[in-house]
């Protein structure tokens, strides 16, 4: 089991950057990727970035540009870099580790309580 702590949520104006972390409670090192999703109200959660062990990502098309995901092993967490905000981009932002080995994220039950990204026009 892991448990998932996102933080760096907030209110910004449209053209302006947050920095998402997502902390866990072992180790990342592990070969499951890890990924960014997103749940805008009466929206499905989507995928927007996705980091193999390896560290090859993966980036919804909205985001390709604007957005950067990375992991630090030794500290336990998975950054999302967001730049270039846009209204469309508010959303609950969760992490969560993949449920299997490899470089496609599928999402495991591994998900953490979410952070609120605001964009403001």
């Known amino acids: 089991q892991v448990q998932l702590v996102e933080s760096g949520g907030g209110l910004v104006q449209a053209g302006g950057s947050l920095r998402l972390s997502c902390a866990a409670s072992r180790s990342i090192n592990s070969i499951r990727p890890m990924g960014w999703y997103r749940q805008a109200p009466g929206k499905q959660r989507e995928l927007v970035a996705s980091i193999t062990s390896g560290g090859s990502t993966n980036y919804a098309d909205s985001v390709k540009g604007r957005f950067t995901i990375s992991r630090d092993g030794a500290k336990n967490t998975v950054y999302l870099q967001m730049n270039g905000l846009k209204p469309e981009d508010t959303a609950v932002y969760y992490c969560?580790?993949?449920?299997?080995?490899?470089?496609?994220?599928?999402?495991?039950?591994?998900w953490g309580q979410g952070t609120q990204v605001t964009v403001s026009s």
């Open positions: 969560n580790m993949g449920r299997f080995p490899g470089a496609t994220m599928i999402p495991s039950n591994y």
